[in-house]
């Protein structure tokens, strides 16, 4: 079977593996064929059960996976491979996905809690990003379409110190800009129009943030994640920490 998975990229994916208690390791070709079958269907948006024989069973892989995502194994090795990231400038932002109509119905009224949502794209889920200086994924948070991006911005920046903060206007609000001078970090933050003193940013700092942008659009050569078929937030998670595990590989 041709691998998808180049080796250099295997190798901390496998030694992650063989480290983490409950994972049986022991076969390493079974192990990579489902890890490859997990990118077959991440990378070409695939159902499940469409999943070509040789992979393995369908059922059985999707079994796996959904137990890997229960114990947050895959936000692990997401975690894991972020090796001396670029701290000195982050930038945050937001995307949209629009969600299939597969997606829904997990349990009556969850759509909220399973990160879904009616927005002017119409049915979708928003993808919260933080990267570094080099456009590589540090965190990502998940909430309904329809919901502000600033409301993730709090969380996703409160294990940043001494950095500089680099987002659009839409990120321009008192609360965040001093809980960001409280944790010693500088804002590019554009100030929005009704304010009434508006602040001094670095124009030419501000253009690095194309590095965001840059990255969701790599992320979206996963057709998986471009658009969402999962109706659990955590699964869709797993596919997206998959996808940020495989670009720190790069």
């Given at each position: ?175 965040l800009i001093t809980q960001l001078e409280e944790q010693g970090c500088k804002t ?63």
């Amino acid at each position: 079977m041709d691998y998808h998975i180049k080796a250099q990229e295997w190798e901390p994916i496998l030694s992650f593996l063989q480290h983490y208690p409950g994972i049986h390791t022991r076969n390493d070709k079974d192990l990579r064929c489902f890890i490859e079958g997990v990118w077959y269907v991440l990378r070409t948006g695939c159902q499940w059960r469409l999943l070509p024989s040789h992979y393995g069973h369908w059922r059985a892989l999707h079994k796996r996976f959904k137990h890997w995502s229960d114990r947050g194994l895959w936000q692990k090795l997401f975690s894991s491979v972020q090796n001396n990231p670029d701290l000195e400038h982050v930038m945050i932002d937001a995307t949209i996905v629009r969600a299939h109509a597969c997606s829904a119905g997990l349990e009556k009224n969850t759509g909220a809690q399973e990160a879904l949502g009616r927005s002017k794209g119409g049915f979708t889920t928003k993808i919260h990003a933080l990267v570094d200086g080099l456009g590589n994924p540090l965190k990502f948070l998940l909430t309904p379409g329809q919901r502000h991006d600033i409301t993730q911005s709090y969380e996703i920046v409160e294990d940043i110190f001494d950095s500089t903060v680099i987002a659009d206007k839409g990120y321009d609000a008192s609360a965040l800009i001093t809980q960001l001078e409280e944790q010693g970090c500088k804002t590019v933050i554009p100030s929005r129009k009704n304010r009434k003193e508006p602040r001094r940013y670095d124009p030419n700092l501000y253009k690095e943030r194309h590095l965001v942008e840059c990255f969701f659009g790599k992320m979206k050569h996963y057709r998986r994640v471009f658009s969402r078929f999962d109706k659990s937030a955590s699964v869709f998670l797993s596919f997206l920490c998959l996808v940020g595990t495989l670009i720190w590989l790069r």
